[in-house]
């Protein structure tokens, strides 16, 4: 099981003569360390594999050994060898000693090819972004697509809304309640646990777990950190909850959309629109099973229009395209692209009931969008949509 255009990219590079270290980021179980070994076994080169996935067990020194052990491998016929660093954010300082030892090898015009994977984009990305500016390239692995997941493992379009695009859990979803559990404590929970709490400063834990869960609740909808604080039992000021959406957001769980404001500047997550980043997340963590979830309109229309939402979060990584929604008193666009100066305004029919009007004519006039899309409906029908690379619709 690999994805395609990943698998392209990172073998391509690694056969490319010595430059970069290559860094696999991305969410939990979508994939990244079986890339990363499929890949390794089609360059026929000399390889070590290390995982640093057990917090506090590894020193910085067992880096360095891991390093040291790679660069034996080094031998005549082989002028090249490849080390997989798993989880390399949890090594204290790593970043520090990678770029001791890459620049030391870069002198010695030894040729090691590095790649380095890690489960929380927000906190590699700092290390890199810190230590390593100029000598990485950053390959975001993202939640598996519709399309992915129908090559796979020949599921339909109601099992991908429902089940979302988490390969490792494919296998369970005959035993639904066994599914459930293996979303809630080998990802959400490890998730939270692992690559949040246990890396960052989190005043209040159970307050970002609270928030977690409840914007899987409210996926899909407005609500103001005001309104929000009214919900949690452990409630922060808007400073923090700002805060903690955006490590849950990293992690590859849930994510607080912006609302667009044409040339105005900007504020930041006054009302933020939630979105799961993988549907999996809201069907595990709700009362419904599949057959249920496809017999309560309004709940099936919050999976549909969460099933869009994802595609788009998890398809602009590493794009120059940006995602808000849009909202003017009553009137609402469930999501906007933009990309330079053109706006795409996407309106999702999807059976769920909904609180406001669609502001589609009224952001036609106002902002003057270069593509307006109907999905769902009368419009463009929802397989379809979930296979249409976010690009194109920018396209003449």
Not at 41 to 70: N, R, V
Not at 237 to 248: A, G, Q
Not at 348 to 372: A, C, D, H, N, W
Request: proline share 3%; net charge positive; with cysteine.
């Amino acid at each position: 099981m690999i994805q395609r255009e990943n698998y392209q990219i990172v073998f391509k590079r690694l056969e490319e003569p010595r430059h970069f270290i290559q860094a696999l980021v991305g969410p939990r179980q979508v994939g990244k360390t079986t890339l990363a070994l499929q890949i390794i076994d089609s360059l026929k080169l000399p390889s070590h594999y290390a995982s640093a996935d057990e917090i506090g067990l590894y020193p910085i020194s067992w880096l360095e050994q891991q390093w040291e052990t790679t660069r034996l491998l080094i031998r005549p016929p082989h002028k090249s060898a490849i080390l997989v660093l798993d989880e390399i954010q949890k090594i204290n300082e790593w970043s520090t000693l990678v770029k001791r030892l890459w620049d030391e090898d870069t002198r010695k015009k030894r040729s090691l090819k590095v790649l380095v994977l890690g489960s929380a984009p927000l906190l590699i990305q700092h290390g890199l972004s810190e230590s390593l500016a100029g000598r990485f390239e950053m390959i975001p692995i993202r939640h598996w697509t519709y399309k992915e997941m129908q090559t796979a493992f020949q599921w339909n379009i109601e099992q991908y809304i429902y089940y979302g695009g988490y390969p490792g859990a494919a296998s369970l979803i005959q035993d639904e309640t066994r599914w459930k559990q293996y979303i809630i404590n080998s990802l959400i929970e490890t998730t939270i646990s692992k690559d949040i709490l246990s890396l960052s400063v989190i005043q209040k834990p159970a307050l970002l777990r609270q928030l977690f869960y409840l914007g899987c609740i409210y996926s899909g909808q407005i609500l103001s950190y005001q309104k929000l604080t009214g919900q949690l039992q452990d409630a922060g000021n808007t400073t923090t909850l700002s805060h903690y959406l955006d490590l849950i957001s990293a992690a590859g769980l849930i994510c607080g959309l912006n609302k667009y404001a044409g040339q105005r500047i900007r504020q930041r997550g006054s009302s933020p629109k939630f979105q799961v980043q993988n549907t999996a997340l809201l069907s595990a963590t709700s009362a419904y099973t599949f057959v249920e979830a496809q017999q309560n309109r309004d709940f099936w229309g919050r999976l549909v229009e969460s099933a869009i939402g994802a595609y788009l979060i998890n398809q602009i990584v590493g794009k120059n395209i940006q995602l808000f929604y849009w909202r003017e008193e009553h009137q609402e666009v469930d999501f906007i692209l933009q990309s330079g100066k053109k706006l795409i305004a996407i309106e999702v029919k999807s059976g769920k009931t909904k609180e406001t009007l669609s502001g589609i004519e009224v952001f036609r006039k106002k902002f003057k969008p270069y593509r307006l899309l109907l999905v769902g409906g009368q419009g463009i029908q929802i397989e379809q949509f979930l296979t249409t690379p976010v690009e194109k619709w920018f396209l003449d």
